[in-house]
């Protein structure tokens, strides 16, 4: 809720000014799923992929924001659900400023996911589901969180204590134990073409 003596200034150069000078439609392209599931590894090569094609990106992952914007949030569920409306907000302003945005989360509730399309705009919200099975994420584990996990020392951790609720209807699903990266990009790269052109 927007506090009563704040008012927002509305800015002469808009988005679309932003997008026609950069060439581009603004878009959140919001990797999710499981931890080691791939959305890092895909995000970043999707960014390289946009950024050779001569498109303005920006990526934003879970480690690198969590030792900035929000290192004052915890992993309970209240902070999780704040984690997500922070880097939707942030996602936001950066989309005014005509950039195609890449995140990288778990974001393993629906409802966190409804919120992030109802701020930026169905239209604009592009949802990969990073689609791996809890095995191979194990098996891949190199932060070694699951085993923490396992053994009781990392709480509420999704897939483990924690549920992941896959996205419904995402824009697309890439199942990373099938498919290389390379692939799932140029499947990718292909599927956003028609959203990310003026």
């Not at 949030?73 to 945005?101: P, T, Y």
């Not at 996911?113 to 194990?138: A, N, Q, S, T």
Request: proline share 3%; net charge neutral.
């Amino acid at each position: 809720m927007i506090q009563e003596n704040i008012h927002p200034s509305a800015f002469k150069i808009t988005r679309e000014d932003r997008q026609l000078a950069l060439g581009q439609q603004a878009r959140l392209i919001w990797f999710t799923g499981l931890s080691g599931s791939g959305k890092s590894t895909l995000a970043n090569a999707t960014e390289q992929a946009l950024h050779r094609k001569g498109f303005h990106t920006y990526l934003l992952d879970g480690d690198n924001i969590r030792t900035g914007l929000n290192q004052d949030l915890g992993f309970s569920k209240a902070d999780r659900i704040e984690n997500i409306r922070r880097i939707a907000a942030v996602s936001q302003l950066m989309m005014d400023a005509g950039l195609i945005v890449i995140s990288a989360f778990i974001s393993p509730f629906i409802s966190d996911r409804e919120m992030i399309r109802d701020l930026v705009g169905k239209e604009h919200f592009l949802e990969i589901h990073v689609d791996c099975p809890l095995k191979v994420c194990e098996e891949r584990d190199v932060k070694g969180l699951y085993q923490k996990a396992r053994k009781g020392l990392i709480k509420d951790f999704t897939g483990i204590d924690s549920p992941y609720e896959a996205p419904e209807n995402p824009f697309l699903v890439i199942k990373t134990a099938e498919v290389t990266a390379e692939m799932a990009v140029g499947q990718l790269m292909k599927a956003l073409d028609k959203k990310i052109k003026l």
